[in-house]
């Protein structure tokens, strides 16, 4: 079991800077992957950024790439994701993600991931 639970959320305007940290109960194990994906007002949930916990290999979305940073930390055990220069377009609910992704191909593929966190609101306001 590795439950997830996201904090960091909240209402800002567009600009501003929001973190988000991530929580695991316990860190999963071999060639395993975390990161956050994000759903927006009726739209599909969608990738936003990831990392393998082997390797400095580290995972963008295009509209978030040179805004959005995730990083980790390994004492705390907390997977984090700065998140810079918001707009309105990044309004949604964030999850916290792990799994096992079969390869970096598949690192921005939702279905690649076995643990989902319930989710952060982030509400980017014009």
């Known amino acids: 079991q590795v439950p997830l639970e996201e904090s960091g959320g909240g209402l800002v305007q567009a600009g501003d800077s929001l973190t988000l940290s991530c929580t695991a109960s316990?860190?999963?194990?071999?060639?395993?992957?975390m990161g956050w994906f994000r759903r927006g007002p009726g739209e599909e949930r969608e990738f936003v950024a990831a990392?393998?916990?082997?390797?400095?290999?580290?995972f963008y979305a295009d509209s978030v790439r040179g805004r959005f940073t995730i990083s980790r930390d390994n004492y705390q055990g907390t997977v984090s994701l700065q998140m810079n220069n918001l707009k309105p377009e990044d309004t949604g609910v964030y999850y916290c993600v792990a799994g096992w992704p079969a390869g970096t191909t598949r690192v921005k593929t939702a279905s690649e991931y076995t643990y989902w966190g319930q989710g952060t609101q982030v509400t980017v306001s014009s």
């Open positions: 316990s860190r999963p194990f071999g060639e395993f992957a």
């Open positions: 990392f393998r916990w082997r390797g400095p290999l580290t």
